[in-house]
């Protein structure tokens, strides 16, 4: 027998005329997982904000365990069980994992004096809950972004959540960590605690979720039960149009030219080890593998940032030595990071800035003084032509929503007019649609020449792009497939075949 | 826990007092003494009290340089009111007055951060300029030497004396109980209150601690007001050891007191030092300054000298950090053994 | 927000400059009223730029400016920094040139830091006099004043201190700043007048201040400690003689260690009192303050300043002229005093 825990009833919100939720309803049973998924704008975190207090609903009304409100202020969502794990996982990275975890219990106790013996015993208490074991004394800024977040969950459970938000949990972890997080919400489930999934990654939905709602616009345009969705119909829902994925048109790449990269024997000590694999102009190249195959390492040794031991990098034909940054963007190479937060952009400087801060010794005067005037040429023509949604190059770059972000920094990257392109992981956190235009923006890429490698472990987002693909293992190319001999399904199984030969 | 007592930031600051004693000592054996020992603690005391309230800032992620006119204006302000009434009594009532008054000063300073939301760092730059201003404008601008008899004799008494042979009489000052009491009530405050913990979470994560519950404008609000105590006790306490009241009191001493702080082991970037660690670097920074004459640097290299040793001892710490997080990151597992 | 945060800073600032420059604006209206050339002595602008405002010494400086105002009939005040500052002082100089002042005398902190500011000023046909500025270079200064010519004033305080200490043992010396000019004067012609005289005394070390009394104190403890058998000091900021003393007192060795050296009695008089300090030798700074207007007055009166004029000063009744080490012309005094336990009340400074 389900009973409700949460329920919100024609909650509307709007934002300087903007509606941002429109007569939304919606119920959370205990023990439920229920995935919350929209592109970004959709008004699902809106909805987490009213839920938790943060936000005050026009109208409509919110109840928690049969107590009706009509606007929640964050002590009485916290109160009524309601706990919100945010991306950032709000832990304090300069204090111990106990002290994490029973912080905000001792402060809503009003206590004034710390306990120290007692925090322990609490945390302890609440890591053996969950099955977790993290050592007390360390510094939370000291873990891992998985350990992280099961201390934010732990940290939930302490505070006696009924209701577990999370938002985007699986962004920066790897598979196998997804998996145990997976394991921890099954049991938080049995415990009767629900779960709020928000998230873009819609296997991850499929795979996790009891139910899913999905929200366009301000509106719920779904939710009923995840069994009988498909990801099809979700994207369908999400997009309101049908994501075009079979119909892609590879451009035709010329064997015949020479490669633009040929990479020979390239080692990188405890990394990867004899690589090998050209590119051609024109050609989209996938490496795959999972975290650890060295797939990251070598993108990075290519950039110049960890420069490879030994082996041979031609670009054209020519021998090259890439032992710095520098090097690989004075050979035209350019590299477009994981995290795009912390790798690619100046946050608080401006759009236009940060479009041009590659090329901005190409856009001096005669009296090599940066000229205004070339700057805003130039960025303004790489936001069109990148369809950057901004009503202004002078904002901040901060001001842009996750997809946006991405493109800037591939823009970024293209105003210094690269021949060889690496994307490291490109749509991780992006919405559905803004990864669907950003795979037709590699294609784009592609067929006006530039060679581009993609490091991704995103099967669905390495079919839709790549001409090839080269699955690495252990620090070695095991595989190479064409785009036309293998499926989705080939290559999942491939790369589970490669993870079910892993010793745990 | 052992290895966890050497890895602190206490016990290198530790060891490098230890070692720079050694090298001092054996150029000059003199060093060696009970002598010594009191004239360094009593060239801390100052140092420390102020140290330990500019803990509480560099902790919650600021930094401040005005706390040296908190201490002026407590101290100098005070001088000149009681004078200008004839106040002829003992110390207690100086300790009195000069902390309102650094508990006014602090207050001001703590209210126009958190009303406007201005950066500590960025209010104390203005309001060193306005408290010294403000000390020469409407107080006074001369030293005054004028000591009030129940007062007199104040810089001489000590807790214990020794005949040194080579310094004559050194003695260990009372107000060293000063010190160690106000460390341990900072200590108290910073390990066992939640207040305390309040100011490590604001240095840690700001916005983190505004959605923790911490009411952080409430806790800077307090910082502000001990360090104005704290300042204006020790500007008093530095008065009446060197028997005369300045206007420009502490004016040039600052950044050695931010020095020690740092040296001590607090992150500059906030939610990290300890009292013991700052009672420690203010003692190590006294040793360097010290070190000059005792080992016969001369003069013209003296600046020179300073700066190099702070250079290497403050990187030390941050050097052990980037030690520790890559031995202690957790390593990501390969995919096979 | 961030207008209500520049708000403040700004209203801060405002105070502060305020609290500044008071007394400035006064002035300056009187200045803007004085156009033509030849002026009337109660529009003649005497400024005074020293070191630091705040310091006694300085304090006794403005008096003798102030006893001029009222003697001469001219306007004459005095600006500082509160703490000794070149820079400072720079900017003090500018803001005078832009007010088109007649008189600057300027007691600089750092010669050579203040010469450029004072050549703008001379170049401006403003009359620049400097005070403890012997070394400037030609064509910064119109004269230098000086109380005395600092080597005899420096073999005198090394004769007090050879006297007192029987001629014999180790002493050690201290300057307020390296950079100072007239305190290493002192200390080297005392030294190698020590050397030529006084064979069983022995030089020890020279220790710079930073003119803060608290770093004399720490440097003598230590120099206690260093060299136990010490048995004289001499200061040469008037804070060295104040710190060196209080250590020395505290260790209980007043009787033993002589200390001599510039100071003056307001500030020494307790360790006078005590023993402690044996001898501050000083000059009666509102007299320099005086003799540089006066020098200035006769100047803008087209007086020749010549050998042996009588300045109507105490100590500068028969002025010697003679040339600082880098060209500028230098006027000495012999307006040395010296303070002693028996003598400090006659100086009301």
Same mark, same amino acid.
């Given at each position: 027998m389900t009973s409700k825990i949460l329920q919100v009833k024609n909650i509307s919100k709007s934002f300087a005329g903007v509606k941002a939720l429109d007569q939304i309803s919606l119920t959370i049973n205990e023990g439920e997982i229920v995935c919350l998924v929209g592109e970004n704008g959709s008004g699902k975190s809106t909805l987490v904000k009213i839920i938790s207090g943060v936000y005050s609903p026009d109208n409509g009304e919110i109840i928690i365990n049969d107590h009706s409100y009509k606007k929640l202020t964050p002590i009485d969502s916290m109160r009524e069980g309601v706990q919100v794990i945010y991306q950032d996982f709000s832990l304090f990275p300069n204090l111990s994992v106990a002290e994490n975890l029973v912080i905000n219990e001792h402060l809503s106790s009003g206590k004034k004096f710390v306990n120290w013996k007692e925090f322990d015993h609490i945390a302890a208490k609440g890591l053996a809950e969950i099955n977790v074991s993290i050592p007390l004394d360390m510094m939370a800024g000291d873990l891992s972004t998985a350990d992280r977040q099961l201390i934010a969950i732990t940290k939930a459970t302490l505070a006696k959540a009924r209701v577990i938000i999370m938002d985007e949990p699986t962004t920066a972890l790897t598979q196998k960590e997804i998996h145990s997080l997976f394991n921890i919400i099954m049991d938080l489930k049995k415990k009767g605690i629900s779960t709020i999934f928000v998230s873009h990654k819609l296997n991850e939905v499929t795979e996790i979720a009891d139910r899913t709602v999905i929200f366009r616009n301000g509106k719920k345009v779904m939710d009923q039960d995840a069994k009988t969705l498909d990801i099809k119909t979700m994207e369908w829902y999400m997009t309101g149009r049908e994501l075009d994925k079979s119909g892609i048109q590879f451009s035709h790449v010329n064997q015949q030219t020479e490669p633009l990269l040929e990479v020979e024997n390239l080692t990188l000590q405890g990394k990867f080890t004899n690589v090998?694999?050209?590119?051609?102009?024109?050609?989209?190249? @996938?490496?795959? @593998?999972?975290?650890?195959?060295?797939?990251?390492?070598?993108?990075?040794?290519?950039? @110049?940032?960890?420069?490879?031991? /030994?082996?041979?990098?031609?670009?054209?034909? #020519?021998?090259?030595?890439? #032992?710095?940054? $520098?090097?690989?963007?004075?050979? =035209?190479?350019?590299?477009?990071?994981?995290?795009?937060?912390?790798? @690619?952009?100046?946050?608080?400087? /401006?759009?236009s800035d940060n479009v041009v801060v590659r090329v901005i010794n190409k856009l001096v005067n005669h009296l090599h003084l940066i000229n205004p005037q070339s700057i805003s040429q130039v960025s303004n023509e790489w936001i069109t032509r990148l369809e950057v949604k901004t009503p202004n190059g002078n904002l901040p770059a901060k001001s842009l929503s996750g997809g946006n972000q991405q493109r800037l920094v591939l823009a970024k990257w293209l105003a210094s007019d690269p021949k060889l392109l690496i994307l490291n992981s490109p749509t991780v956190g992006v919405d559905v649609g803004s990864k669907a235009s950003i795979h037709e923006l590699i294609r784009?890429?592609?067929? $006006?020449?530039?060679?581009?490698?993609?490091? /991704?472990?995103?099967?669905?987002?390495?079919? $839709?792009?790549?001409?090839?693909?080269?699955?690495? =293992?252990?620090? #070695?190319?095991?595989?190479?497939? #064409?785009?036309e001999t293998i499926t989705e399904e080939l290559l999942n199984k491939e790369m589970v075949a490669n993870r079910s030969g892993m010793v745990q | 826990m052992l290895k966890k007592t050497i890895k602190s930031n206490e016990f290198i600051t530790f060891s490098i007092i230890v070692l720079l004693s050694l090298i001092i000592g054996i150029i000059n054996p003199a060093f060696f003494s009970l002598a010594t020992v009191f004239d360094v603690l009593r060239a801390s005391i100052v140092p420390s009290i102020m140290a330990f309230g500019l803990l509480l800032v560099i902790i919650a992620g600021g930094v401040d340089i005005s706390f040296v006119a908190f201490a002026a204006l407590g101290a100098y302000g005070t001088h000149m009111l009681l004078l200008h009434?004839?106040?002829?009594?003992?110390?207690?009532?100086?300790?009195?007055?000069?902390?309102?008054?650094?508990?006014?000063?602090?207050?001001?300073?703590?209210?126009?951060?958190?009303?406007?939301?201005v950066p500590m760092f960025d209010v104390s730059l203005a309001t060193f300029t306005l408290w010294y201003g403000f000390i020469r404008f409407f107080i006074g601008s001369a030293k005054n030497f004028q000591i009030p008899e129940g007062a007199v004799g104040y810089y001489a008494k000590f807790i214990t004396t020794v005949k040194d042979p080579f310094v004559g009489e050194a003695g260990l000052h009372i107000s060293v109980i000063y010190v160690l009491v106000i460390g341990v009530l900072i200590h108290i405050l910073l390990k066992y209150t939640t207040l305390g913990r309040g100011i490590y979470a604001i240095g840690g994560n700001k916005d983190v601690a505004i959605r923790s519950g911490f009411n952080v404008r409430r806790i800077i609000l307090i910082i502000y007001m001990i360090l104005g105590v704290l300042s204006a006790f020790a500007g008093v306490t530095q008065s009446f050891l060197s028997r005369h009241f300045e206007p420009t009191l502490f004016m040039t001493q600052n950044l050695d007191v931010i020095a020690a702080v740092i040296l001590g082991g607090a992150s500059i970037n906030g939610g990290r030092g300890s009292v013991l660690g700052t009672f420690l670097g203010v003692v190590l920074m006294q040793l360097i300054n010290r070190a000059m004459v005792l080992t016969g640097i001369t003069v013209e290299w003296q600046e020179l000298v300073i700066g190099l040793v702070l250079t290497i001892f403050i990187s030390l710490p941050a050097m052990r950090d980037r030690i520790n997080k890559k031995t202690r990151h957790p390593v990501e597992i390969p995919d096979e053994i | 927000m961030k207008k209500m945060t520049k708000f403040v800073l700004i209203a801060m600032l405002l105070v502060t400059l305020l609290s500044a420059c008071g007394q400035k604006a006064t002035d300056e209206a009187t200045i803007n009223e004085a156009t033509t050339d030849e002026k009337e002595p109660q529009d003649l602008v005497f400024a005074s730029v020293v070191k630091s405002s705040g310091d006694t010494w300085f304090i006794r400086y403005e008096t003798g400016i102030e006893q001029f105002e009222t003697d001469y009939g001219v306007k004459s005040f005095m600006e500082g920094p509160s703490q000794p500052d070149s820079a400072a002082q720079v900017a003090l100089i500018e803001d005078l040139i832009a007010q088109n002042v007649d008189v600057i005398i300027n007691v600089p902190y750092g010669v050579a830091e203040n010469e450029l500011a004072q050549k703008k000023a001379m170049d401006a046909g403003i009359i620049v006099i400097g005070h403890e500025a012997e070394t400037a270079n030609e064509g910064t200064l119109n004269y230098d004043v000086e109380a005395f010519d600092n080597c005899s004033y420096g073999e005198e305080m090394m004769r007090e201190l050879a006297e007192r200490m029987g001629e014999e043992g180790k002493y050690i010396q201290f300057v307020g700043s390296l950079t100072n000019a007239s305190h290493n004067q002192w200390?080297?012609?005392?030294?190698?007048?020590?050397?030529?005289?006084?064979?069983?005394?022995?030089?020890?070390?020279?220790?710079?201040?930073?003119?803060?009394? !608290?770093?004399?104190?720490?440097?003598?403890?230590?120099?206690?400690?260093?060299?136990?058998?010490?048995?004289?000091?001499?200061?040469?900021?008037?804070?060295? *003689?104040?710190?060196?003393?209080?250590? *020395?007192?505290?260790?209980?060795? +007043?009787?033993?260690?002589?200390?001599?050296?510039?100071? *003056?009695?307001?500030?020494?008089?307790?360790?006078?009192?005590?023993?402690?300090?044996?001898? +501050?030798? +000083?000059?009666?700074?509102?007299?320099?303050?005086?003799?540089?207007?006066?020098?200035?007055?006769?100047?803008?009166?087209?007086?020749?300043?010549? !050998?042996?004029l009588d300045l109507n000063v105490p100590g500068f009744e028969s002025i010697r002229i003679g040339t600082g080490p880098n060209g500028i012309p230098v006027i000495y005094g012999s307006a040395w005093i010296k303070i002693t336990v028996e003598t400090m009340d006659q100086y009301p400074f």
């Open positions: 090998t694999f050209s590119l051609n102009p024109g050609e989209v190249l @996938g490496i795959t @593998g999972l975290l650890g195959s060295g797939r990251t390492e070598l993108a990075l040794s290519l950039f @110049g940032e960890t420069p490879a031991n /030994s082996g041979e990098i031609r670009i054209e034909g #020519k021998t090259v030595s890439i #032992k710095s940054i $520098q090097d690989a963007m004075n050979n =035209r190479i350019g590299y477009v990071p994981e995290d795009r937060v912390i790798e @690619g952009l100046f946050l608080d400087q /401006s759009i784009n890429l592609a067929n $006006q020449g530039m060679g581009i490698l993609i490091i /991704s472990d995103d099967v669905p987002e390495l079919m $839709q792009t790549c001409n090839r693909l080269i699955l690495m =293992r252990r620090g #070695k190319i095991t595989n190479e497939f #064409k785009r | 009434y004839g106040y002829q009594g003992g110390i207690l009532l100086y300790y009195i007055i000069a902390c309102a008054i650094g508990l006014l000063a602090g207050s001001l300073s703590g209210f126009i951060i958190t009303r406007f939301d | 200390t080297e012609c005392a030294r190698q007048y020590q050397e030529a005289n006084y064979p069983d005394m022995e030089f020890v070390a020279k220790y710079e201040s930073k003119e803060n009394q !608290e770093n004399a104190y720490n440097i003598m403890k230590d120099v206690l400690k260093t060299y136990p058998d010490i048995k004289g000091v001499e200061g040469s900021d008037s804070g060295d *003689i104040l710190g060196a003393g209080r250590a *020395i007192e505290e260790a209980g060795l +007043a009787d033993q260690i002589v200390v001599v050296g510039t100071g *003056i009695a307001s500030d020494a008089k307790e360790l006078l009192k005590t023993g402690a300090v044996d001898l +501050a030798m +000083a000059w009666d700074p509102g007299m320099a303050g005086y003799a540089c207007s006066v020098i200035a007055y006769k100047m803008l009166q087209g007086e020749e300043i010549v !050998e042996g």
